[in-house]
């Protein structure tokens, strides 16, 4: 398949900040959904030109899905300063509503990498226009995601075997506590940054999103 692909960035209007941004679309058929993507921590060369959170847009892309990328706040172009993860859930929220200004009738996604899966979901759990989420590496060891035992959004959870940043016994505990509706897949090999399971993880995507009956919105 085919994709359009757009290298000029542009800014979107942030709550505070201005956000630099790339928009893709598939390019051999209408967008039936759409995703913003969110980046591993700032403050430790995360953006969105980062390679997981590039072929995770990919993976979006070949189900059908545009793809948003942007830099949180201090990041690249993006205006303001590193926030501690409070101005990055404003970030993720104004490039929701910047899709959702694109696309006013489609159904929208969120994907985050490790630190942006973090600032992501948190936003996902609470906002009624995302209807499915997935999560790259999530950062156990450090930060608390014990808010994904209440959500109940069809939500892909993709973590490598060898991910320093997640310990087994808390994917097993994080396991045990989702609903139904959320799943954990491993890769074999993958550490963090899914090395050697960067293709894997992004048929995965593909696959998670071909499957699901995203609902259009009415309006």
Same mark, same amino acid.
């Given at each position: 398949?085919?994709?359009? =692909? ?5 800014? &979107? ?10 928009? +893709? ?10 995703? %913003?993507? @969110?980046?591993?921590?700032?403050? #430790? ?5 980062? +390679?997981? $959170? #590039? +072929? ?25 300063? =590193?926030?501690?993860? %409070? ?5 993720? &929220?104004?490039? $929701? ?5 694109? #696309? ?14 973090? %600032?992501?979901?948190? %936003?996902?759990?609470?906002?009624? +226009?995302?209807?499915? !989420? ?16 209440? #959500? /109940?959004?069809? /939500?892909? =959870?993709? $973590?490598? !075997?060898?991910?320093?940043? @997640? ?9 045990? @506590? ?24 992004? !048929?995965? $995507?593909?696959?998670?999103? &071909? ?5 259009? /919105?009415?309006?």
């Amino acid at each position: 398949m085919d994709f359009g =692909y757009f290298n000029m960035t542009f800014m &979107i209007p942030g709550r505070s900040v201005e956000l630099e941004a790339l928009h +893709r679309e598939p390019k051999d058929a209408p967008a039936r959904a759409a995703a %913003v993507l @969110c980046h591993p921590h700032p403050l #430790y060369g995360g953006t969105m030109d980062n +390679r997981v $959170i #590039y +072929r995770a847009g990919k993976g979006a892309l070949a189900a059908g899905l545009a793809a948003l990328r942007f830099n949180f706040r201090g990041v690249g172009a993006s205006t303001g300063f =590193y926030d501690d993860g %409070v101005g990055e859930q404003d970030d993720v &929220i104004s490039a $929701i509503d910047w899709l959702k200004r694109q #696309y006013p009738k489609l159904p929208l996604a969120l994907i985050g990498f490790s630190f942006g899966a973090w %600032v992501g979901l948190q %936003v996902a759990a609470r906002d009624s +226009r995302i209807q499915a !989420t997935v999560g790259l590496g999530l950062p156990l060891g450090s930060l608390n995601f014990d808010f994904l035992a209440g #959500y /109940s959004k069809p /939500s892909l =959870y993709l $973590i490598g !075997t060898q991910d320093e940043h @997640c310990p087994k016994e808390k994917i097993a505990l994080l396991a045990r @506590c989702l609903p139904p509706s959320s799943t954990v897949g491993l890769i074999e090999g993958a550490d963090h940054f899914f090395g050697h399971g960067l293709e894997q993880m992004q !048929t995965m $995507i593909t696959d998670f999103f &071909i499957r699901l009956d995203l609902k259009r /919105s009415p309006q």
